[in-house]
């Protein structure tokens, strides 16, 4: 297998706590049937559903995960 971006697997990579990391270009198809695209080496797809530009993440689910850091 090579190496150049066409004939290699694609990387995603699931976070516990956020969103798919996922390789770019992507091109998403939504429940509606309607698709989304982006050309950006690298794409952060929404897992919450909270997010307000759905399917890409906007954070938004830190605001609701539970802090876990020792000081809070």
Request: hydrophobic share 25%; charged share 30%.
């Amino acid at each position: 297998m090579t190496d150049t971006p066409a004939e290699r697997p694609r990387r995603i990579v699931a976070r516990r706590e956020g969103p798919l990391l996922v390789e770019g270009p992507v091109e998403i198809v939504l429940e509606d049937g309607t698709t989304v695209t982006s050309e950006r080496f690298c794409v952060a797809l929404c897992t919450c559903r909270r997010s307000r530009i759905y399917p890409w993440c906007d954070t938004s689910h830190r605001r609701h995960s539970p802090s876990t850091r020792p000081d809070s």
